[in-house]
């Protein structure tokens, strides 16, 4: 698990600086990967949350300005946020929304059992839009040394991934991104 100091009151949360960024993009360009939907991909999600047991699962590439879920797990796609308001997932956030921007700049798993303890992560606008309170994920990091984007888990209530947990997504992201290299996962 991480652990990240309480900032001072009034300061923005901030999306980590991404140096690797241009070159990510140009590998993903490379592997055909990271703007449009692959049911492949979406298949691969509804197992990973299947095997989490939790009601989203996300395979996301990450680009220069947003992250893009190329393989989603998303209740019919909606999400109800605190407010009961239903709002669609989409494809599509901002770079400064979510968590998965976090783990590639990292480039190391990110286990958040419940985000409000985590003053860096309890702003974020997907917890405040969506309600999402708890997460898990894992960089995908191929063979060149790019962290591609994240395979991750989300639940709407705090929950203690564990030992288990933390070791299961990261032989899973380890899984997928060799098949990702062999493009098995999409053929």
Known sequence: MTYDPPRPPGRLLLTP????????????RLLGLG?????????????????????????????????????????DGTVRA???????????????????PHVVVRRKALVLDDVGDYPRFAGNPIVDETGIRSYLGAPLVDGTGIALGTVCVADVAPRPWGRRGLETIKATAADLTAALERREILS
């Open 82 to 100: 605190p407010d009961g308001i239903e709002r669609g997932m989409g494809r599509r956030l901002p770079r400064s929304h979510g968590f998965c």
């Open 17 to 28: 600086e991404d140096r690797d960024a241009p070159a990510r993009v140009r590998r993903l």
């Open 35 to 75: 703007d449009r939907a692959e049911p492949a991909l979406d298949a691969f999600a509804h197992r990973l949350a299947q095997l989490a047991r939790t009601p989203y699962a996300m395979v996301t590439f990450i680009g220069e300005h947003e992250q893009f879920f190329a393989g989603l797990c998303a209740p």
